[in-house]
């Protein structure tokens, strides 16, 4: 097995394995995430907080983006350029999510902000 289909392997064990996940569990779970992230301080200090844009079967990191956007703080999410490379794209408010040809949510063309 090449290495490409060891990760495609890989990659689709691990979605199976989070679909598994009761819709309640991973809600209850996102929930106490995000409680003990917005107590941390290591964002506070920092000028950009890089998170990734959740998926439904993911622990849901919107919250904490809410959060983060509601006390000033800037925040970034994937994105994935046309020669396959991961950037840092702003994120000015959660309704600028959009989902892309991969399926990941990032932002929209005409809000995204490379940083």
């Known amino acids: 097995m ?5 990760k495609k392997t890989l990659r689709e064990e691990i979605r199976a394995k989070r679909k598994a996940i009761p819709t309640e569990v991973r809600a209850r779970l996102s929930e106490k ?15 950009v907080t890089f998170l990734y844009a959740s998926i439904p ?3 849901q990191l919107y919250g904490f983006m809410k959060f983060m956007l509601d006390i000033g703080r800037r925040i970034a999410v994937p994105y994935i ?6 950037l840092a794209a702003e994120v000015k408010s959660i309704a600028d999510l959009t989902f892309d040809k991969y399926g990941i949510l990032t932002v929209t063309e005409e809000k995204r ?3």
């Open 33 to 47: 995430i995000t409680a003990k992230l917005t107590c941390e301080s290591f964002f506070r200090t920092e000028e």
């Open 113 to 115: 902000r490379i940083i």
């Open 57 to 59: 079967e993911e622990i």
């Open 2 to 6: 090449t290495v490409k289909e060891e």
């Open 81 to 86: 350029s046309k020669d396959g490379g991961m």
